[in-house]
């Protein structure tokens, strides 16, 4: 290594997108996702799947911690907005499938807080690994749960 006067410049934002963005490249991959904290406690369950065709409907169901939720107490109840993102892997990590949800909740307490993914997700038969990430709209925390599922 030469001796001499050295500069390091960059440029911010030159090469990282907004926080959502980032997010989402971080939940494609599950390396991506084992790097990311957890700080909402959380379970994921699925209900009984369904036929549709060659194709079977996978209901999601996330139970929250409220706690560690930024909710907003309204007429006796609790509110707050939440995403919700599912990434469906094959056995081997490879990235099959992404979807993201918004969703506004609504509690009567802040304990136990069930969430239910908007749109079942439609797979064909085979066995498959979904993380289910929530994020706080507001705190920007998350909550990271998975499970494997075979059809």
């Given amino acids: ?4 006067r050295y500069q390091l410049s960059y440029r911010p ?11 989402e490249r971080a ?20 209900g009984d799947t369904t036929a549709n065709g060659p194709q079977e409907v996978v209901p999601i169901t996330a139970t929250l911690d409220g ?3 930024q909710l907003i107490p ?20 490879t990235r099959l499938g992404f979807h993201h ?6 509690s009567p307490t802040q304990d136990q807080i069930s969430v ?8 064909p038969h085979g ?12 705190t920007n925390d998350l909550g990271i749960a998975s499970g494997d599922v075979s059809l």
């Fill in 1 to 4: 290594m030469r001796h001499g």
């Fill in 13 to 23: 934002g030159y090469s990282s997108g907004s926080p959502e963005v980032q997010l």
């Fill in 27 to 46: 939940l494609t991959s599950p390396l991506g996702i084992a790097a990311l904290p957890s700080r909402i406690p959380m379970t994921m369950s699925f």
């Fill in 67 to 69: 706690r560690g939720l």
């Fill in 74 to 93: 309204r007429n006796g109840r609790f509110i707050g907005r939440i995403h919700l993102y599912v990434s469906i892997f094959d056995r081997r990590g």
């Fill in 101 to 106: 949800f918004g969703s506004e909740i609504e």
């Fill in 116 to 123: 239910s993914v908007d749109a079942p997700l439609r797979l």
């Fill in 127 to 138: 066995a498959y690994r979904i993380v289910l990430t929530v994020r706080d709209e507001i």
